[in-house]
């Protein structure tokens, strides 16, 4: 028997399509039976990857006793949070304000009939432990509160949507917000809010006050890779605005390199690590989490000359073509923390297995490099590979050449992966987010450029153009597809995400099509998000089904800001275009968060980006003529990190009228133009004169060692 969940587009809710419990997805029918029952929801949200949504389902969701509890006392809905960011997002902040502490998955809501929660909690065991009432002994409680007291939750409920109202920028009340950003309202702006030219400072100061200089990272356990921050801190150190910023970013990627939270044998990084030192991950694997470090590392390796960094990159790629990459050309979801019942088992190895997989010189070298030679380190039972010795320690120690134990430990890596390929997989979510690979299109066109990797744009224009085929259609975006099912309203991220992903791909390779696409995304997303009385954009589109709360995130958190990635991405279409328009929406959106941004920068990297790209507007660079000049050119300019110049090169063809109208002249062999904000230079004809122009615009670099 199967409940309401199996025709879900969500593998995650198809999970749970054979629980007793009779779940309902989010949606008018569930919604409308509350509603004419007066009986309160409880919703629970997860996704696929998650460790602990699986240990509930187990316990609880599979359990007939548990499940008729359920059923007889509430309207049962399940949600993913990767479908579903806008209900995750007002739910988890619902729950920092009700209970005090930080939210996270499963997410379980005790709402009422008006869709307003009134008890909030995470994971519940079945019964009573560890201080931590089981969800059995709770579910009559929580029905019984609703039954008994439905004034106070009433009154709770209204004081939750006023205090979750303020802490949107420029806001009265939920209402007032949906009327003010509704589309068709009169047009406006966002009150005249100084810039605050001081932020980036006082963030890169806030950052080094925080790092780790032992392990990398920020703070302490449980450790994230915080990838905006980094690359925040990289272009900070090509700035020279802080002493510190180079080595934030240069230990971190090291540390982080060497940890297990990075996969030593398969590639690609792990959402978190449990401790400090990078050492044991939470072993899920997230489409998002390696797109963002892609783009760091194959950055890192070019602006710090670290050829290390560009190796990771390369590792992520082959990671996201051999797990995550569907046949035709998208990438999924997530890899799950668990395999065959246990979390971490693929990857965690015994001594003895790991010393029988290899000859006796591999393991040599293996042993130390890997920490084999030590205690174990996953739960006192097993070994995580990870460098737990320094290659060139192994090769003082075995009193041989680096090339060597270079070569053993290559063939100590080989022999693991083989016989870790031979059990039981972790599940594959593989339903295609338009979000999250927007992002990872963009960092493949970026790393590219940076790693001089063409093979990596291909893999990008073979993402996007199946993501336009199936998600873009007259002229909106939609989020999710399973197969050939696409569904839900697109949300802020899709349409940033992907509009800062045109703009990548247009200088890894420029097709005229996609500038249009550009346009086009751009338009959308201000037509359908902004909020024209303050400025900034909603999370969700004006023609969004109505919440009882509506956001507009400021905040980088395990992706960028919508906010910061749209004013980004906007802006440099602006100046790609001359059309001001853009420039004038992206300082809409800084100024709405202007307040904010100067009060508590932290945390929001991504519009102190934007910040500095409006008061120093970015570079371009456009290259046309001879094919083979001009793709020569744009080669040796993109081995120096220049996070404020984007260069396209148009090579013979014809330039499009939508470009900045110096590059639509002609000239002879091949020729440069280089527009600094919206003014265009005289074209130059070789290399040296291009070199010659951008060192007079003093863009941020960080010269090669």
């Given at each position: 028997?199967?409940?309401?969940?199996?025709?879900?587009?969500?593998?995650?809710?198809?999970?749970?399509?054979g629980?007793?419990?009779?779940?309902?997805?989010?949606?008018?029918?569930?919604?409308?039976?509350?509603a004419?029952?007066?009986?309160?929801?409880?919703?629970?949200?997860?996704?696929?990857?998650?460790?602990?949504?699986?240990v509930?389902?187990?316990?609880?969701?599979?359990?007939?006793?548990?499940?008729?509890?359920?059923?007889?006392?509430?309207?049962?809905?399940?949600?993913?949070?990767?479908?579903?960011?806008?209900?995750?997002?007002?739910?988890?902040?619902?729950?920092?304000?009700?209970?005090?502490?930080?939210?996270?998955?499963?997410?379980?809501?005790?709402?009422?009939?008006?869709?307003?929660?009134?008890?909030?909690?995470?994971?519940?065991?079945?019964?009573?432990?560890?201080?931590?009432?089981?969800?059995?002994?709770?579910?009559?409680?929580?029905?019984?509160?609703?039954?008994?007291?439905?004034?106070?939750?009433?009154?709770?409920?209204?004081a939750?949507?006023?205090?979750?109202?303020?802490?949107?920028?420029?806001?009265?009340?939920?209402?007032?917000?949906?009327?003010?950003?509704?589309?068709?309202?009169?047009?406006?702006?966002?009150?005249?809010?100084?810039?605050?030219?001081?932020?980036p400072?006082?963030?890169?100061?806030?950052?080094?006050?925080?790092?780790?200089?032992?392990?990398?990272?920020?703070?302490?356990?449980?450790?994230?890779?915080?990838?905006?921050?980094?690359?925040f801190?990289?272009?900070?150190?090509?700035?020279?605005?802080?002493?510190?910023?180079?080595?934030?970013?240069a230990?971190?990627?090291?540390?982080?390199?060497?940890?297990?939270?990075?996969?030593?044998?398969?590639?690609?990084?792990?959402?978190?690590?449990?401790?400090?030192?990078?050492?044991?991950?939470h072993?899920e694997?997230?489409?998002?989490?390696?797109?963002?470090?892609?783009?760091?590392?194959a950055?890192?390796?070019?602006?710090?000359?670290?050829?290390?960094?560009g190796?990771?990159?390369?590792?992520?790629?082959?990671?996201?073509?051999?797990?995550?990459?569907?046949?035709?050309?998208?990438?999924?979801?997530?890899?799950?923390?668990?395999?065959?019942?246990?979390?971490?088992?693929?990857?965690?190895?015994g001594?003895?297995?790991?010393?029988?997989?290899?000859?006796?010189?591999?393991?040599?070298?293996?042993?130390?490099?890997?920490?084999?030679?030590?205690?174990?380190?996953?739960?006192?039972?097993?070994?995580?590979?990870?460098?737990?010795?320094?290659?060139?320690?192994?090769?003082?120690?075995?009193?041989?050449?680096?090339?060597?134990?270079?070569?053993?430990?290559?063939?100590?890596?080989?022999?693991?992966?083989?016989?870790?390929?031979?059990?039981?997989?972790?599940?594959?979510?593989?339903?295609?987010?338009?979000?999250?690979?927007?992002?990872?299109?963009g960092?493949?066109?970026?790393?590219?450029?940076?790693?001089?990797?063409?093979?990596?744009?291909?893999?990008?224009?073979?993402?996007?153009?199946?993501?336009?085929a199936?998600a873009?259609?007259?002229?909106?975006?939609?989020?999710?597809?399973?197969?050939?099912?696409?569904?839900?309203?697109?949300?802020?991220?899709?349409?940033?995400?992907?509009?800062?992903?045109?703009?990548?791909?247009?200088?890894?390779?420029?097709?005229?099509?996609?500038?249009?696409?550009?346009?086009?995304?751009?338009?959308?997303?201000?037509?359908?998000?902004?909020?024209?009385?303050?400025?900034?954009?909603?999370?969700?589109?004006?023609?969004?089904?109505?919440?009882?709360?509506?956001?507009?995130?400021?905040?980088?958190?395990?992706?960028?800001?919508?906010?910061?990635?749209?004013?980004?991405?906007?802006?440099?279409?602006?100046?790609?275009?001359?059309?001001?328009?853009?420039?004038?929406a992206?300082?809409?959106?800084?100024?709405?968060?202007?307040?904010?941004?100067?009060?508590?920068?932290g945390?929001q990297?991504?519009?102190?980006?934007?910040?500095?790209?409006?008061?120093?507007?970015?570079?371009?660079?456009?290259?046309?003529?001879?094919?083979?000049?001009?793709?020569?050119?744009?080669?040796?300019?993109?081995?120096?990190?220049?996070?404020?110049?984007?260069i396209?090169?148009?090579g013979?063809?014809?330039?499009?009228?939508?470009?900045?109208?110096?590059?639509?002249?002609?000239?002879?062999?091949?020729?440069?133009?280089?527009?600094?904000?919206?003014?265009?230079?005289?074209?130059?004809?070789?290399?040296?004169?291009?070199?010659?122009s951008l060192?007079?615009?003093?863009?941020r670099r960080?010269?090669?060692?």
């Open positions: 028997m199967t409940n309401r969940l199996a025709a879900a587009t969500s593998p995650y809710l198809r999970q749970h399509a629980n007793p419990v009779d779940w309902h997805p989010w949606d008018d029918e569930a919604l409308a039976l509350a004419r029952e007066n009986k309160p929801i409880l919703l629970s949200i997860g996704y696929s990857a998650c460790h602990w949504c699986h509930m389902a187990h316990e609880s969701f599979e359990d007939p006793e548990v499940a008729a509890l359920m059923n007889a006392l509430f309207v049962n809905i399940k949600v993913d949070r990767e479908e579903r960011p806008d209900l995750d997002q007002i739910c988890q902040t619902a729950h920092a304000l009700m209970m005090r502490r930080p939210g996270g998955w499963p997410l379980t809501v005790f709402m009422t009939p008006q869709r307003v929660p009134y008890f909030i909690g995470t994971y519940f065991p079945k019964e009573s432990r560890y201080g931590i009432t089981g969800f059995r002994e709770l579910l009559p409680r929580a029905a019984a509160a609703f039954r008994e007291h439905g004034e106070g939750i009433a009154a709770q409920g209204k939750l949507i006023d205090a979750l109202a303020s802490l949107e920028p420029g806001t009265i009340d939920a209402g007032a917000k949906r009327g003010a950003g509704a589309a068709g309202g009169a047009a406006g702006g966002p009150s005249a809010a100084a810039l605050p030219a001081g932020a400072g006082a963030a890169l100061a806030d950052l080094e006050r925080s790092f780790d200089h032992l392990h990398g990272g920020f703070g302490g356990a449980p450790k994230f890779p915080h990838a905006a921050e980094l690359d801190c990289l272009r900070g150190a090509a700035a020279k605005q802080s002493a510190g910023a180079q080595e934030i970013v230990t971190t990627l090291e540390r982080m390199a060497a940890g297990g939270i990075h996969d030593q044998l398969g590639g690609g990084f792990c959402r978190y690590s449990v401790d400090a030192e990078w050492s044991i991950p072993f694997k997230m489409l998002y989490d390696n797109a963002a470090l892609l783009a760091l590392y950055d890192a390796g070019r602006a710090l000359s670290n050829p290390a960094f190796a990771v990159a390369r590792d992520i790629v082959g990671f996201l073509v051999r797990e995550l990459r569907a046949a035709d050309g998208a990438f999924h979801s997530s890899l799950d923390a668990d395999s065959d019942g246990e979390e971490g088992r693929y990857y965690v190895f001594r003895d297995e790991a010393r029988a997989a290899m000859s006796a010189a591999e393991w040599e070298a293996a042993a130390p490099y890997y920490g084999f030679d030590g205690p174990p380190n996953f739960e006192d039972r097993a070994w995580l590979p990870r460098v737990a010795t320094p290659v060139a320690d192994v090769t003082a120690r075995l009193a041989t050449t680096l090339p060597d134990v270079q070569t053993r430990i290559a063939g100590a890596r080989a022999a693991l992966f083989a016989l870790r390929s031979t059990r039981v997989r972790p599940a594959r979510d593989d339903k295609v987010l338009t979000a999250w690979n927007a992002l990872a299109i960092a493949l066109a970026r790393a590219s450029r940076a790693q001089d990797e063409p093979a990596w744009t291909d893999l990008a224009f073979g993402a996007l153009d199946r993501l336009i199936t873009w259609s007259d002229g909106r975006l939609l989020a999710t597809r399973l197969g050939g099912d696409v569904a839900l309203n697109a949300y802020l991220d899709d349409y940033a995400f992907l509009l800062a992903a045109l703009v990548e791909v247009m200088q890894a390779r420029f097709r005229s099509r996609d500038l249009d696409l550009a346009v086009a995304v751009a338009d959308a997303l201000i037509d359908r998000f902004e909020d024209r009385a303050q400025g900034g954009f909603w999370f969700t589109s004006h023609d969004h089904e109505h919440l009882f709360h509506r956001t507009k995130p400021a905040h980088d958190n395990a992706t960028p800001s919508g906010n910061g990635i749209a004013a980004q991405a906007l802006i440099a279409l602006a100046h790609l275009t001359a059309l001001h328009r853009y420039a004038d992206a300082e809409r959106v800084v100024r709405a968060f202007a307040p904010g941004l100067e009060r508590a920068p945390g990297s991504s519009l102190l980006v934007a910040l500095e790209q409006i008061e120093r507007p970015p570079s371009t660079l456009i290259l046309r003529g001879d094919p083979t000049l001009t793709r020569s050119w744009q080669r040796s300019l993109e081995r120096h990190y220049r996070p404020e110049l984007m396209v090169d148009l013979d063809r014809e330039a499009p009228s939508r470009l900045a109208a110096g590059s639509a002249q002609r000239a002879e062999g091949a020729a440069a133009w280089l527009c600094s904000g919206f003014a265009c230079r005289p074209p130059v004809t070789t290399l040296e004169a291009i070199e010659e060192a007079s615009t003093q863009l960080i010269p090669k060692t």
